[in-house]
């Protein structure tokens, strides 16, 4: 049986699988500086985390960890490929979480569009004493039904915001490198079912295109979004990164937001996180969320259940 450290947490739903098999995990967190001789001195074998966390190869060199276990997508926090040409097996739940980013997503979409971030922000500081002046200002709200959104990345997380967009009336275009077209089936409470097939396009042509873009892109080493895509955008066109801090130069982005290149942004993930840009954080036009594309209830119990399932079946090999 296994000694288990959930460094950055586990749902409970996770925590009763792999104890009823015999297992134990523990959930302390344990500061990054501190978790090697943590894990020696506790004989851990499987170090579960987030994005928190960091497994590098010191670590790996260090510890006898026989998994690394990621709830959720992205594991740029790891280093990957050491870890597997150490004997060390490295798991994580893609597809856990792709309908509460892609609701992330949405939400805020839906507030950009009616102007929610601001009006949240303006309503308790002058609702009392310039209520019509403040619905005058938020008066010019739009429809999302008939717009286009363009879908930067179309793996799973990227369908199920496409999805979305297509129950909401949106025609939607997507941009992958790596396929020509995806199947999406969409689900209703009565057990109906469309099918779509959207074949995916130029990235030249989905900046022509769209009203409003979501990036669904892996960390990469040159920004996804630039200055040159920028330019290449509509006017006024709306953008939305819960992706990762980094596709997307904010300098630029900052840039785009003052010209009316960009009319307004959603960010769920920065460059410089846990200290975002200051400039960004504040400006006018732009609605905000401190990076939790994935952390719902539903979520993180999809995750956790993925997360031993696939730990149970690799240590009875």
């Known amino acids: 049986m296994a000694n288990i450290l959930a460094n950055d947490g586990i749902a409970q739903s996770g925590i009763d699988m792999l104890e009823k098999a015999g297992h134990t995990v523990n959930t302390t967190t344990v500061a990054q500086e501190q978790l090697e001789k943590y894990i020696n001195d506790n004989n851990v074998e499987v170090l579960l985390v987030r994005s928190a966390t960091k497994v590098r190869k010191e670590l790996i060199d260090a510890t006898k960890l026989k998994i690394i276990g990621r709830g959720g997508v992205g ?63 938020y008066a010019k709200g739009q429809e999302l039904r008939g717009k286009t959104l363009g879908v930067m990345g179309f793996g799973r997380i990227g369908q199920a915001t496409a999805k979305v967009a297509l129950g909401l009336g949106m025609k939607v275009v997507a941009y992958d490198p790596f396929m020509e077209e995806a199947n999406l089936e969409l689900s209703f409470f009565d057990d109906q079912k469309v099918n779509f097939t959207i074949k995916t396009i130029s990235k030249e042509a989905l900046f022509a295109q769209a009203d409003f873009i979501t990036l669904h892109v892996p960390a990469q080493k040159h920004y996804v979004i630039d200055e040159a895509e920028f330019n290449l955008m509509k006017d006024g066109v709306g953008l939305v990164n819960a992706a990762r801090g980094g596709v997307v130069n904010e300098v630029a982005l900052f840039k785009a937001l003052e ?51 696939q730990i149970m079946t690799i240590l009875s090999e």
Do not use: C, W
Request: proline share 4%; aromatic share 6%; hydrophobic share 40%.
């Open 75 to 137: 594991m740029d926090n790891i280093d990957v490929d050491y870890a597997r040409s150490k004997g060390i097996a490295v798991i994580n739940t893609p597809a856990a979480s792709s309908h509460s980013v892609a609701e992330l997503v949405f939400a805020h979409l839906l507030g950009m569009v009616r102007f929610l971030y601001d009006a949240n922000r303006n309503m308790p500081l002058e609702g009392d004493t310039n209520f019509k002046g403040l619905k005058k200002a």
């Open 259 to 309: 010209s009316g290149k960009v009319r307004y942004a959603g960010v769920d993930t920065f460059e410089n996180e846990p200290t975002p840009a200051m400039q960004l954080l504040m400006h006018r036009d732009v609605s905000l969320t401190p990076h939790i594309g994935a952390a719902t209830v539903e979520a993180q119990d999809r995750i956790g259940s993925e997360l031993a399932t």
